[in-house]
């Protein structure tokens, strides 16, 4: 038997490999905006893209924070349960009378807390990112059904800045969240722990021995996470109005497929929120413009897990193709 190998001008070349990758979800975009645009008329309608900003606000903080644990080669699928556990307690609290803007530096505090769990079990602990946040999710849920107790909490009166509240026709919330992704791209591009992220989810030994502390950065980028849960739950509670014993589970996967659609590696050490605004774009808009269409809402789950699948499955081989041709040179 023989075997045939691609000579080096048959192989797709690094540049040609990069440039795919960059292009793919901008191709996807287009291809996407086309068809539900024909295939649902209202979908281009500004009231229809006004609101898609409002129902994904709360995903796109979440994105955020995904996106910080995902380039060290991390995850948190925890996210959604710990934003049900913080929505209750702020949905409390506004309902309680107590000033909303205290009720929010509660709900970031209490969001830095549960991510600092987080961080002492996979950076104290040594324990896999993936298995520590799966039991921290189970204990979220489980903390959530006992304060929920068959009791909904009703809130959305008491925050409708957080909700549908518009200026000049734009959701606040919609500049609420571009004010995050503004400031965590200046950090990622501009500042040292934004360096030190992408160092540790490049090699993580090889980051430590150049001095980077990798455990107090890692540590830091759970806490985050977590503080970005707890604005994220206010603005749930606001665009929702009522939190009940599910709130926030749908919405992990919903973030990790914005993380890696977009095109920050699932192995870590490249991307950035930017490319992660792209993937939220894109799975926003698929979740609506399935939703137009009449498709049941079953489905947004089923769709946005094959687009997680195969965007990770392309990363990889395409990482895994870049690191060989590299390699080759050297």
């Known amino acids: 038997m023989t075997t045939t190998t691609l000579s080096p001008a048959a192989a797709p070349s690094t540049r040609t490999l990069t440039l795919l990758r960059d292009a793919l979800l ?21 009231a229809n893209l006004a609101n898609v900003v409002i ?24 996210v959604g349960p710990m934003l049900g556990v913080v929505a209750w307690v702020g949905a409390s609290l506004f309902v309680s009378g107590l000033p909303p803007l205290l009720v929010a530096l509660v709900s970031v505090l209490l969001g830095g807390a549960l991510g600092a769990v987080n961080a002492g079990l996979i950076v104290g602990g040594r324990i896999s990112p993936i298995i520590a946040t799966l039991g921290t999710a189970a204990v979220f849920k489980t903390v959530l059904f006992l304060l929920w107790d068959s009791t909904d909490v009703f809130a959305g009166p008491v925050v409708p800045l957080l909700g549908p509240a518009r200026a000049g026709g734009v959701p606040l919330v919609g500049l609420v969240v571009l004010a995050v992704f503004g400031i965590f791209t200046y950090v990622l591009r501009r500042r040292v722990f934004g360096r030190r992220l992408f160092a540790i989810g490049n090699d993580a030994e090889g980051a430590r021995l150049l001095g980077v502390p990798v455990a107090r950065t890692s540590f830091a980028a759970y806490v985050l996470v977590g503080a970005l849960v707890g604005v994220a739950a206010l603005i749930y509670v606001g665009r929702v109005g009522v939190v009940q014993a599910t709130a926030g589970q749908e919405l992990t996967l919903s973030a990790i497929a914005a993380v890696v659609v977009g095109g ?67």
Not at 62 to 75: E, R
Request: glycine share 14%; charged share 10%; no cysteine.
């Open 26 to 46: 901008p191709i996807l975009l287009v291809a996407e905006v086309i068809f539900f645009g024909v295939a649902a008329p209202d979908f281009l309608s500004g």
């Open 264 to 330: 920050t590696s699932i192995l870590g050490g490249e991307g950035g929120v930017l490319r992660t605004l792209g993937g939220l774009v894109f799975i926003a808009l698929l979740q609506n413009g399935v939703v137009l269409m009449g498709v049941p809402p079953l489905w947004n789950g089923v769709l946005v897990g094959v687009a997680v699948a195969l965007a990770v499955a392309f990363d990889v081989l395409t990482r895994r193709t870049l690191d060989k041709r590299i390699g080759a040179r050297k």
């Open 55 to 78: 129902n994904s606000a709360d995903l796109a903080l979440l994105a955020a924070g995904m996106t910080l644990v995902v380039l060290l080669a991390g995850i948190d699928v925890s």
